[in-house]
């Protein structure tokens, strides 16, 4: 049996993963509480000894808006619905707020963490998978995130999670060329395909999921991971929903989590838990105590199974060593 393997991975995005949904005027004290949150899980995880991949939007990095400007390629997305561009978002806005779009010094306490990933969220947030985009666009998003990494962070990024989960073989294609040998893929249910083509009944299931059994085991071996080509595809497990003031739905929630992370670790098997770190904005508190619940209990499975945490990147290097 496989030695059982909990790999977590975060979108940090801040207002870029957000801006075609809410106003960022309404959201300016969710991501002071983000952004506070942040130092805390670092700690957490350095405290138990987690591994995990943060999956930033390349913009992050920049200092201001002149710097991201600089960076940012010349071929924009040509998205048929405009407003799923940050290019096209940002020059309609009479103000821009920069704590909910810059945060330089977090990126590099992230870099400096240890056991801690930092991976690529694309540099715009941009969508693979949605009409009017081209490949081209895709390849000059993926290099100005690369090059704001190498030139002012000395950092070779090499994993990639697609924005809203959106990809096809394509952009997975593009990816590979452009050095990502790590990409974050789907669970196999059919309510996480096309993530793009949105539909009610696919988020109900997604959400009901998360409550009770709806779709297929959430965790899988190390050897059913595809890799016969580069990239290494990842899938996720369980995407942590945060607790938003209803404890029995919350605490069904976290209990699901554990029993499939107990699964896995009597199997042998990995469980990817992934989430976003602005979904700590509200209810910080309580949603930072159940996570360090999750770490306690990986803590005991590593004691009882020999379950180890490695974030994305170590994963796949397990992969490619098979």
């Given amino acids: 049996m496989e030695r059982p393997i909990f790999t977590i991975s975060l979108d940090f995005e801040l207002h870029w993963g957000r801006f075609d949904k809410y106003p960022v005027d309404k959201c300016l004290t969710y991501y002071s509480e983000t952004r506070k949150a942040i130092p805390k899980m670092l700690a957490m995880f350095e405290s138990y000894g987690v591994h995990a991949t943060w999956a930033a939007v390349g913009g992050l990095m920049a200092d201001n808006l002149e710097e991201w400007r600089s960076y940012s390629p010349d071929l924009k997305p040509t998205y048929v619905q405009k407003d799923f561009s940050a290019y096209h978002w940002v020059e309609r806005q009479q103000q821009l707020y920069p704590e909910t779009l810059f945060a330089p010094k977090l990126v590099r306490e992230i870099i400096q963490s240890k056991g801690q990933e930092f991976g690529c969220h694309t540099y715009s947030h941009y969508y693979t998978c949605e009409k009017g985009q081209q490949l081209e666009q895709f390849r000059a998003d993926l290099k100005s995130c690369q090059r704001l990494a190498l030139e002012k962070f000395d950092m070779k990024v090499e994993t990639l999670v697609f924005p809203r989960n959106q990809y096809d073989h394509e ?13 974050r893929s789907n669970p196999e249910d059919w309510f996480w395909r096309h993530t793009e083509r949105r539909s009610l009944v696919k988020k109900l299931f997604r959400t009901g999921d998360t409550l009770i059994s709806m779709g297929k085991d959430s965790f899988y071996p190390l050897s059913a991971v595809e890799h016969s080509n580069n990239p290494v595809l990842l899938p996720t497990s369980r995407l942590l929903r945060p607790f938003v003031g209803n404890k029995m739905t919350h605490q069904r929630r ?4 554990k029993s499939e992370m107990q699964r896995s670790a009597e199997k042998g098997m990995v469980y990817h838990l992934w989430w976003h770190p602005h979904n700590f904005g509200h209810f910080t508190q309580e949603n930072l105590h159940y996570l360090q619940e999750l770490l306690a209990f990986f803590q005991q499975l590593r004691d009882a199974y020999g379950m180890v945490s490695l974030n994305m990147k170590e994963t796949a290097g397990l992969v490619r060593g098979k």
């Fill in 171 to 183: 952009s997975i294609l593009v990816a590979s060329e452009e050095g990502f040998g790590t990409v």
């Fill in 254 to 257: 976290i209990s699901r989590i």
